[in-house]
């Protein structure tokens, strides 16, 4: 059977509200995104997780977070290891002194992230694919590991590796890179349309070399809302077939899943949501639509019809969504993550 479901939405605090429980069982929802407001213990974070699945019409909702370190870290404390930036894990990776060393700087990140995170069936939407170039929501908040294309390369294919040697998929973000620091100073697509005006070879040579290292590993693909106008001057990236047919599909090869930047971010445009919703998923395999209330939500999900995924979807879905499931199906009383009692 088909999976059904083409959004991602999200939750307004600790607890499913009585009015978001539709939003929860509704056969366009194919996960849910949590964010910080949405944690305060592991406790609470259980009881969440099954709130969710207990209200779900499906055999089981996927659950994601943006848990990519340092800034980015939406559950902290609280039975969360802290996980450092990328940027960080950039630099000691550079000044390590072997080869060993640098796996292990890698491999100790992922452990941390997939270990606490699995504990209650949870999928990081990670790593950060881009250039550390200057731009103030990448580079601004630490979330790149180099501004050297090679160098990025090898740690993304290096953590990529390790995130499916655990089980857990890649997301690679934001294609075809988001890194670029602009003279106008309108860097962040969340509070504005970005515009890169390079060529499109200088963008292959730099910012999508270390996708293009490690496209055909990953299991999804998240593509920037910015404008590249010598490349395609009418769409952002996540509305484009030129960035995601031509490019990213038919010259690198990549047959996993599109999923959408969140609609609601400033970049996606001025459209309504319900507009926005239908043109991205002309592109895009999943949308995720978060931050909205939940009427605009319901709104969107009841009038985008059927909403179903087919085959090829469906096979790439699973594989983005298993390291969740298939903890939350591990999940029976207390569970040993290092040597540390989970609570």
């Known amino acids: 059977m088909a999976l059904t479901g083409r959004f991602v939405v999200s939750l307004e605090g600790t607890k499913i509200q009585a009015h978001e429980k539709e939003l929860v069982r509704h056969n ?27 209200h779900s019409e499906k055999e089981d909702l996927p659950i994601f977070v943006d848990q990519e370190g340092g800034q980015i870290q939406r559950f902290q404390g609280n039975g969360f290891r802290k996980l450092e930036s990328f940027k960080s894990l950039g630099h000691k990776y550079l000044n390590a002194s072997s080869l060993d060393e640098r796996e292990h700087l890698i491999q100790q990140h992922v452990e941390t992230l997939t270990c606490d995170l699995g504990e209650y069936g949870i999928i990081s939407l990670t790593p950060v694919t881009d250039l550390d170039c200057g731009n103030a929501v990448i580079s601004g908040k630490d979330r790149a590991v180099s501004d050297n294309v090679e160098l990025t390369a090898d740690i993304i294919e290096s953590y990529v590796a390790k995130l499916n040697a655990c089980g857990h998929s890649a997301t690679l973000k934001h294609f075809p890179g988001h890194g670029q620091s602009y003279s106008d100073g309108n860097d962040d697509s969340h509070l504005c349309r970005p515009i890169d005006n390079r060529d499109i070879n200088t963008i292959m040579d730099e910012d999508i070399a ?12 998240m593509p920037a809302h910015i404008l590249y106008p010598q490349v395609d001057p009418e769409h952002t990236a996540g509305f484009s077939t030129i960035w995601l047919q031509d490019i990213l599909k038919n010259k690198l090869g990549f047959n996993g899943l599109i999923v959408s930047d969140c609609l609601s971010m400033a970049g996606a445009g001025e459209a309504t949501m319900l507009t926005k919703a239908k043109q991205a998923l002309e592109h895009t395999d999943i ?47 207390t569970t040993l993550c290092n040597g540390q009692q989970i609570i």
């Open 28 to 54: 366009n929802t194919a996960a849910v995104l949590l964010f910080t407001r949405n944690f305060t213990s592991p406790e609470q974070l259980k009881s969440l997780v099954a709130a969710i699945q207990k």
């Open 210 to 221: 270390p996708f293009k290292r490690v496209i055909s590993k990953a299991e999804a693909v």
């Open 287 to 333: 949308a995720i639509m978060c931050n909205i209330p939940v009427t605009e939500a319901l709104t969107v999900l009841n009038q985008i019809p059927n909403g179903t995924l087919n085959p090829t979807q469906t096979a790439a879905f699973k594989k983005w969504t298993q390291f969740g499931l298939s903890k939350r199906a591990e999940i029976a009383g």
